[in-house]
């Protein structure tokens, strides 16, 4: 019989992430973003805000959410604009700002 992590829940599975070395916590990190992997980067990025954002396990389940849409939204922009994450050009992240404003969303939710 083998065991296997507990992966119901944030914290366990922000560990999944959290108890990597750095190094391989870094190349799935790399592969994620180059393959547009949207499960990976979405539990990479509610690992980082429950294990090194300011408010930890406490982030609100608002803020998970926004910060969810906030990559999925991203990342079909990428996709549909070949902005390629590893090596983002110079005017990519002003034209996702543009792209934003242009589709209605307002100034203050695009700082």
Do not use: C
Not at 17 to 39: F, H, N, Q, T, Y
Not at 51 to 66: D, F, K, N, Q
Request: overall charge positive; glycine content about 8%.
């Amino acid at each position: 019989m083998t065991l296997d992590h507990y992966r119901n829940g944030r914290l366990a599975q922000a560990q999944t992430w959290a108890s990597l070395p750095d190094d391989e916590l870094r190349r799935r990190a790399v592969l994620a973003a180059g393959e547009k992997d949207i499960d990976g980067l979405i539990s990479l990025t509610q690992a980082y805000l429950t294990h090194e954002g300011a408010s930890g396990l406490l982030t609100s389940p608002r803020t998970i959410e926004a910060y969810t849409l906030g990559v999925r939204q991203f990342l079909d922009h990428a996709t549909s604009n070949a902005v390629n994450l590893l090596r983002p050009g110079r005017r990519d992240a002003s034209s996702y700002v543009a792209a934003m404003l242009s589709a209605g969303r307002k100034p203050a939710g695009v700082q």
